[in-house]
């Protein structure tokens, strides 16, 4: 099987060098011939575990975390915001 | 009293219950050791040595003013880099979170905090838990106190290390596909991934959530039990914990039945491996444990998957690092997109990449039935087959890992040789049982063997009772002096 890795790596916001596009290509194509190791079986109908209801907490207004706490690990900022390349010209 | 570091969990308690010593003096002596010794073990990302000092004199004043303290209260302990210190560097190993200092605590570590215990630093390990030698760790690679030319193990490289090499009694790992027990196996020491949903996640980074868990690692079933039972229990903040009551264990296997699957004693597993795990068995038969034959048809499929599943969580989870809000952030920042991508593509390490690409495949359009739907059928079929096999006993024995210690850089270039290990640990994650690793002798280069016991969900107490009588049986586990 001959796998896609541009595609998948522009999917997942990643950028492979050049150099190393034919390595990850092998490596990624031997992990999928390992993983492809399955039986057969029926996947008709619902992933959904019956028997595992989580309970949802309720819905109420708590304190959270001050803003400068919560900046003080963004690589850049600004007036307390966080910046980032321009998205609209 | 010299060698206080050496001492472990349960002796640093009587000590101080006794007044014997005081937890400044063990934190000093463990600081020391690690010091002298971790220059060559690598087990630590980062040292909490100031802090750890502060809380050692708070435990000490608590009890020199007869406050009732835990167990834990003054006694050190290490965390693997992927649970979160506040002010305290948590870097999950990795580039990407190598400057991060969260602003709050896990819930293990808050309850730690709480008890009194003493946070010593956080402990070296694979790249966002993704490995199976400590080799992918963007740091630093731990050495195996065994043979320091050996891997000690992963992911919880660090913490297994540091546990093996006596810098600290207690360790908190995390498991998600074996991540606790098989550097517990290869280091010698005690670690138990315990039943998913046993401990809050809160606070931990996640990898694959539906597998991961946090577990104790120790030299003893004592100490691992100690480490467990302060971290065990429901917490709001993780909506996938559960009330826990805490059981105490006992010694005696007289009248359990253990079963042993074949399909865990086929050819990938070393003969020296297999022949310690059959004597082990047979010591726990003499003990009265009734030995049958159980069988756990898909095995075979199970590294199957374990990986796509893991994978497949990890590619949404690991999206959130994306150069903006926290963590690394990419050279090029021309324009959004090229910031995420620089930011991703420099910040995490190859293995971590690999994962997330194998995640995103099996999540794609048109794979997907495929793979992540086949994967997540095949794994209630699996729970299913270990349901049935604990009908017919109390818990399963199995080899741990299919080979001792490896040497550093032998299967670091072929992944597919380096998953293929995970064999025995991971179908315990599929299906959300705990399992324990229990050392058992060494091979012919003097590396420690080890086997898994598994059981029921929520059945610790029973995993711990049959670690606990062979532990007694066998007279105790080998200590490396290091």
């Known amino acids: 099987m001959e ?87 | 009293m010299d060698k206080l570091y050496s001492l472990t969990a349960a002796q640093m308690k009587d000590l101080l219950d006794r ?37 050692a004199a708070a435990a000490d004043e608590k009890r020199a003013k007869g406050e009732t303290v835990s167990e834990l209260a003054g006694i050190p302990v290490a965390v693997k880099d992927n649970m979160c210190t506040k002010n305290l560097r948590t870097t999950a190993g990795s580039k990407m979170l190598g400057n991060f200092v969260p602003p709050y605590n896990a819930t293990v570590v808050e309850k730690l905090i709480a008890d009194g215990a003493v946070i010593i630093g956080k402990t070296t390990m694979d790249e966002f838990a993704m490995g199976s030698s400590g080799e992918n760790s963007a740091f630093q690679v731990a050495r195996n106190p065994w043979d320091t030319t050996r891997v000690p193990g992963g992911s919880s490289s660090g913490s297994a290390a540091t546990v093996a090499a006596s810098q600290v009694p207690l360790a908190l790992g995390s498991d998600t596909g074996g991540s606790i027990r098989q550097p517990a196996c290869l280091t010698g020491i005690v670690g138990m991934k315990p039943t998913y949903g046993a401990v809050s996640r809160y606070g931990l980074i996640a990898y694959g959530s539906s597998l991961d868990q946090i577990g104790p690692m120790a030299r003893t079933v004592d100490d691992a039990a100690m480490l467990f039972k302060a971290i065990c229990g429901k917490d709001k903040m993780d909506a996938t914990s559960k009330d826990y009551t805490y059981t105490p264990y006992g010694d005696s296997v007289k009248g359990m039945k253990l079963g042993l699957p074949k399909e865990y004693f086929g050819e990938g597993i070393s003969a020296e491996v297999k022949e310690r795990i059959y004597q082990a068995v047979e010591v726990l038969k003499a003990q009265g444990a009734e030995i049958v034959e159980v069988s756990l048809p898909s095995t075979d499929y199970a590294l199957s998957a374990y990986y796509i599943i893991a994978c497949a969580e990890a590619s949404s989870n690991l999206g959130r690092y994306d150069g ?42 048109g794979f997907y039935d495929a793979y992540y739907k086949k994967a997540k059928v095949l794994q209630k079929v699996i729970a299913k087959e270990f349901d049935d096999a604990l009908k017919l006993c109390d818990a399963i024995i199995t080899p741990l890992n299919p080979t001792t210690a490896f040497k550093i850089g032998e299967k670091s270039n072929d992944p597919v040789a380096m998953w293929a290990g995970d064999i025995c640990t991971v179908t315990l994650n599929i299906a959300g049982l705990p399992g324990i690793n229990v050392p058992c002798g060494f091979d012919s280069n003097n590396m420690p063997i080890g086997f898994q016991v598994l059981g029921r969900k929520f059945s610790e107490s029973t995993l711990l009772t049959i670690a606990k009588c062979y532990e007694n049986t066998v007279g105790g586990f080998a200590v490396k002096e290091f």
């Open chain 1, 3 to 89: 796998i896609d890795i541009m595609r998948l790596a522009k999917l997942a916001k990643l950028s492979i060098p050049e150099e190393k596009v034919e390595e990850f290509r092998k490596k990624m194509e031997d992990i999928i011939q390992m993983v492809e190791k399955l039986p057969d079986l029926d996947t008709q109908g619902s992933l959904v575990d019956p028997t595992n209801t989580m309970e949802l907490r309720k819905d109420e207004v708590q304190p959270s975390f001050p803003r400068d706490e919560m900046l003080q690990n963004a690589p850049y900022t600004a007036a307390g915001c966080i910046l980032i390349p321009k998205v609209v010209d």
């Open chain 2, 19 to 55: 007044k014997e010593v005081t937890s400044v003096e063990i934190t000093k002596s463990v600081i020391d050791r690690i010091e002298k010794t971790d220059g060559e073990i690598q087990a630590y990302t980062s040292y909490n040595f100031d802090q750890a000092l502060q809380q």
């Open chain 2, 324 to 365: 903006v809000k926290y963590g690394f952030t990419g050279s090029d920042r021309s324009s959004l997109e090229n910031l995420y991508v620089s930011s991703r593509s420099e910040g995490f390490g190859e293995e971590v990449q690999r994962r997330i690409l194998l995640g995103t495949y099996v999540l794609s359009s």
